[in-house]
């Protein structure tokens, strides 16, 4: 596991929870859950300890 939170990182976060909030006020959009998968997966590969995980999502949401 790593540590290190790339600008892109947060970026792909960013994406992420802009997707997960269109998604849930207009469910049923293939577009945006192939998206949120897509997404999700590119997290997940980055294999980060819960800390990083936790930071992630708090830059992102502080950029955005």
């Known amino acids: 596991m ?25 469910p049923g959009r293939t577009v945006l859950r192939r998206r949120l998968l897509r997404l999700s997966r590119l997290l997940a590969g980055e294999r980060l300890s819960p800390a990083a995980k936790a930071e992630l999502r708090r830059r992102a949401q502080e950029q955005s």
């Open 2 to 26: 790593r540590n290190t939170i790339t600008d892109d990182l947060v970026q792909t976060q960013q994406e992420w929870t802009a997707t997960y909030q269109q998604l849930a006020e207009q």
